[in-house]
Structures are given as C-alpha cells and as structure tokens.
C-alpha cells in the first residue's frame, strides 16, 4: 500500500505518517528529512539545500527526485511507502508517474489534509521536534505538550525548533502551497485516487478518517 500526503505546512503531515508507519509497517518517504539528513551529513548539495530551506523556498525538482527514486526501489518499501513532502509541485507530480510506470508501482492513495491558515500559523510557532525521534510537540497545544518543558517524554533530550518554524518562513511556505502544491489536488482528483481529510480538528480524528478510508 503506498500513500500521499498532501498538506499545508502543519496540518498534521508528519504525526499522521508516524501513525499509519507503525501501523501498517509502511516505510516513511519524508523529502523534508532526507534533505535535512543531507545537511547535516555535509552533502556536497549541502549549500544550496540550506538556502532553500531557510527562507522556506522549494528544493530544485532534480535533486529531490534522485533522493525519491533511490528511495522507493530500496527493499525498505517492498511492503509501501507514505510520501510526505513529495510530490509538491506538478512537474514532480509527472516525473514520479514516470517513475511509478517505469517500475511498475501502483500509486495507491493520495490523502489531502485540509487546514486553515491561521491555524496553521499557530501550530508552526509553537512546534518543537525531538532531534532523536523525531517526534512533534507543541508549546500551545496541551494534547501535545510534553510532560517536562522543553523534553522528549521518549527520549529525554531536549526539543529543538526548526530553523524554518517561524511567521516569515511560514508565509512563504503556505504561499508555496497554494501556487504549487495545492494544484496537485486537482492532478490527483482526475485520477480518482484523491481523498480530503479534515485536518482542523485533533490527530486522532485526521486518523480516523484516513483509517476509514483505507479499510473500507
Ligand atoms: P517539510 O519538512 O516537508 O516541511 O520540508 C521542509 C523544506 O524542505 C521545504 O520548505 C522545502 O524547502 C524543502 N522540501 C521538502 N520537500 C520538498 C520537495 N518535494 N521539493 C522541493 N523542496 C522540498
């Protein structure tokens, strides 16, 4: 089974495949991670990866499609994959149809994850992320709080922000969405693969939704 998640910057993306990971064993694509991986290992890509990310502009179409091409036919996803961050634009939308063909992979879902903007914002600033696991807290919410300030309840280490969770990043980021990634929703809805998931509410209700619609 292999998904797409489509979804402005904190609609849930990232804790939703955590979920649908562990419980249906998929392999986790995240174009974001991969790219932050890179950096962090001193990639020779490692320059212009950062410039984008920082100022919340998209990574070029031809680094992140090596990254995902290598990705997919690894064994790791033999029994599927969720992408998150990816495809978000349509000319990478089109490459990775090539690519599904060309390896004869069935695209499976896409699930959109519908957010307000200002909701969106709120979550962004107040978002801290375990460097370890990288799981997702939030200063403002209580259901996401951590129990100790600051500290992964798993892991014990201390919660890092990301460079680009911040207002500036935020609005080029959600501006991004709407001109390029948002498209892909039509994309995917003539192919008839398409769901809207309402992603205003909590993540155990964005879960069930989706859990509904993949075991009906
Ligand atoms: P994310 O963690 O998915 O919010 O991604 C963080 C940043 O990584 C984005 O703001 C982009 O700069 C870059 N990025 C992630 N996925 C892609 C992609 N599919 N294409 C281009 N840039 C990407």
Partial sequence: MNIILIAAPA?????????LISEYKLAHI??????RKAI???SPLKD???SAISSGKLVSDEIILKLIENKILDKE?????????FPRNI???KKYDEMLEKNNIDPGYVFVIDIDKEKAKQRIVG???CPKC???YSTIFEQTKPKVDGICDSCGVELIKRADDNESAFENRYQIYLNETAPLIDFYAKKGILYHIDGNTDKNYTHKQIKDILEK
């Avoid at 849930?12 to 979920?19: L, M």
């Avoid at 995240?30 to 790219?35: E, F, K, Q, V």
């Fill in 11 to 19: 609609a849930g993306k990232g804790t939703e495949s955590e979920r």
């Fill in 30 to 35: 995240s174009t974001g991670d991969l790219l």
């Fill in 40 to 42: 962090k290992e001193n």
């Fill in 48 to 50: 212009e990866i950062q």
């Fill in 77 to 85: 996803c033999a029994n599927g994959y969720i992408l998150d961050g």
């Fill in 91 to 93: 000319a990478q939308a």
């Fill in 127 to 129: 978002r801290r992320n």
């Fill in 134 to 136: 990288g799981r997702i």
